[in-house]
């Protein structure tokens, strides 16, 4: 049988619930009322929060067979994501903002990055997720830096029903364009192996998954690959006991991965110079939650990262003989390490106030060669977020957020305001404001970086980027009756980014690319979303129509009259139908990416607008049980073969250029997956 959500009961979230006994509650098909935990004082319905939630359970999870985030999050609405394939790594844009400007949460803690690229999308175990929530517009008061787009946190796996043991365990295998053999590493290949065992209120878990990629040739000739291989291992430990007031976890997650970038051999010499980017990351976390009464609730949340990033370079000579590149600047290691704090009082003075308030640190080291020194940041905030009811009708959370930092000149104060109006039974109306910022990362300050293709120091003088955002959104639902639900969102953003910060020429050096606070920046749209669920079918139907400014609009008298805003449009599909009496299903997963058109200049004098080209992204999954224990899940990615996108701009020149194909994907691929799992009560 699918489940389509595990979603909450008619009533609201019992007091002194925690996300872990939600869980508890009963599986159904309806799922517009979905549990949503980020940025509440405690885990409440979708319907009741002030904030435009969007969240992606564990079974679409599943049926999507991903061995990674990105190939989840890339057909939802807003989200984009950019490949550097010179570092094998990847980043995320979110509603017109790039990754800078988007928070990345694993269970509310903030996940560790060497710059500006969320490469830590790639590097949570997709195997230990229970949901994704992803919430639209700044929430800087809550989370603090980067959150200036919006936050996207991975609630990970946390309870089971009563004593038990589980035994969870994945294999999938999957071409990489038509490139595969299981032998010699061509394609995907997925393992995954996890255990839960649970007596009484305490609980020890475990799981390991290995994804390996054989890399994709594509255009490349010889040894060199478009597409880099990478190696992962993931490993996650975790354990967990729940008082009757109170719980506290502890949970370690471990990541080791080696991408290797091989060139061609110098045909003079017959050497090769190759380079591995090996990343290490230990993150260890806890968090404790106590209720005194049923008016106060408590939570504390710590976590240590300890990051690092390693180049080695070596040479390959004709027979074969591995050694270390002389070349300056060919063996690198950076390391980061960050301790995290976090905590936070939740009050319930009375029917018709309620107060959050909490307490964040954060401290930031950084040393390696590129590193100049070895730079400590330390940041301290205090926020406070209460709500206000009035009625059953009318909600408003304004919120302040009081912040120091060691080393820049940030925000001394962050305001918010968001609301929520209950129209009629089936229409709510939501708003906001939120001032939000960015600090500027180590990577930015500290980090000086020249090889071959690149020549770039930080800078030490850089600000914070500080933005005002506002937005609204409409709820309907349309139509909700016993098997047989429509709810409809329309919203809208206009977004005012200050100080942002982008590489630019060096005005004390032309000949250096280096980290300035340079422009303004706005972004400004509209989005639809539609959900179905009818019977056995669960439907999703969304657009967007996204702006992003133009900065040479603001001086018509050198480049004429341009528009303040380049537009790009958005649609996506997902059709998820179950053949409940067979335990079957076939889903459709589909986005088209219009083309990204942006002005341009390489003089300063003409103004040229390059687009790269729009595509559609889809997948088609079928999914099966087998027995009790055992599920089948296979299918097509990439239905449409895209790989690169065209893309006009004359910017050629420069490691950061914006010239040449944009990579998008090896092609389409095949895959084919096996579950397994056993629980014993």
Do not use: C
Request: avoid cysteine; glycine fraction near 8%; charged fraction near 20%.
């Amino acid at each position: 049988m699918l489940v389509i959500s595990r979603v909450m009961a008619q009533k609201d979230v019992a007091p002194g619930a925690h996300s872990a006994d939600i869980a508890k509650l009963t599986d159904t098909t309806f799922a517009l009322r979905e549990v949503v935990v980020t940025g509440q004082p405690e885990a409440q319905s979708l319907r009741n929060s002030v904030y435009q939630v969007r969240t992606i359970d564990s079974e679409r999870i599943r049926l999507r067979g991903a061995t990674n985030l990105q190939a989840i999050l890339n057909t939802e609405l807003g989200i984009r994501f950019s490949n550097d394939l010179t570092l094998g790594t990847s980043d995320v844009q979110l509603m017109g903002m790039s990754g800078q400007g988007v928070k990345i949460l694993l269970d509310g803690i903030p996940m560790v990055d060497r710059g500006s690229a969320r490469e830590s999308l790639g590097q949570i175990d997709i195997n230990t997720i229970e949901r994704i929530e992803i919430v639209e517009g700044p929430m800087s008061v809550i989370y603090g830096t980067d959150a200036l787009a919006g936050v996207i946190n991975i609630i990970t796996k946390k309870s089971s029903d009563g004593p038990s043991l589980t035994v969870q365990a994945r294999v999938l295998e999957e071409t990489a364009g038509d490139e595969y053999n299981a032998f010699t590493k061509k394609g995907t290949h997925n393992q995954s192996v996890g255990l839960t065992w649970q007596h009484a209120r305490l609980q020890l878990s475990g799981n390991v998954t290995r994804n390996n990629f054989g890399g994709w040739q594509g255009s490349s000739t010889g040894r060199a690959k478009a597409w880099m291989p990478k190696d992962q291992m993931l490993y996650t430990a975790g354990s967990r006991f729940a008082g009757k007031r109170w719980n506290a976890w502890y949970r370690f997650n471990g990541t080791d991965e080696t991408i290797n970038s091989l060139g061609n051999r110098n045909p003079n010499t017959g050497i090769a110079s190759d380079q591995d980017y090996i990343t290490k990351r230990w993150f260890h976390q806890a968090q404790s939650e106590i209720r005194p009464n049923e008016k106060l609730h408590i939570t504390a949340i710590g976590s240590y990262t300890d990051y690092s990033r390693r180049t080695l370079s070596t040479q390959v000579d004709i027979n074969d003989r591995r050694t270390l590149s002389p070349e300056p600047g060919s063996q690198d290691k950076s390391i980061f390490t960050t301790t995290f704090f976090r905590g936070t009082a939740a009050y319930k003075a009375g029917d018709h106030i309620s107060v959050m308030a909490g307490v964040d640190f954060s401290n930031n080291n950084a040393s390696g060669a590129r590193i100049n020194g070895s730079p400590t940041i330390n940041e301290y905030a205090l926020f406070v977020a209460p709500e206000f009811r009035f009625g059953q009708a009318f909600k408003l959370t304004p919120g302040l957020r009081f912040l120091k930092n060691s080393v820049y000149d940030a925000p001394p104060v962050i305001p918010s305001l968001n609301g929520k109006l209950t129209l009629t039974r089936s229409m709510d109306f939501r708003f906001g404001y939120a001032r939000g910022f960015r600090s500027p990362a180590l990577r930015e300050l500290y980090f000086d970086f020249h090889d071959a293709s690149h020549s770039i120091n930080g800078n030490v003088n850089l600000k914070a980027e500080y933005s005002n955002s506002f937005n609204a959104y409409l709820v309907w639902q349309a139509v909700s009756r016993q098997g047989f639900h429509i709810r409809s969102t329309l919203g809208g953003f206009y977004n005012v980014f200050h100080d942002l910060i982008d590489t630019g020429i060096d005005p004390n050096d032309r000949t250096q690319t280096t980290y300035l606070n340079i422009h303004l920046f706005k972004t400004t749209g509209l989005s639809l979303d539609n959900k179905l669920l009818w019977k056995n079918l669960q439907a999703t139907v969304g657009a967007t129509y996204i702006g992003r400014y133009n900065e040479f609009s603001e001086a018509p008298a050198d480049f004429g009259p341009l528009p303040e805003f380049v537009w790009s449009t958005e649609i996506n599909v997902n059709l998820l139908y179950a053949f409940k009496k067979a335990g079957a299903s076939i889903n459709l997963f589909y986005k088209f990416s219009g083309k990204r058109p942006v002005y341009e200049t390489t003089d300063q004098v003409n103004v040229h607008l390059a687009e790269t080209e729009g595509f559609h992204m889809a997948d088609l999954t079928l999914s099966k049980t087998l027995g009790k224990y055992v599920s089948l899940l296979g299918g097509i990615k990439n239905l449409f073969d895209v790989t690169n996108l065209q893309n006009t701009s004359t910017d050629t020149g420069g490691a950061h250029s914006t010239g040449g194909a944009v990579p998008m994907s090896f092609g389409r691929s095949y895959f084919l997956g096996l579950s397994f799992q056993w629980t014993k009560h």
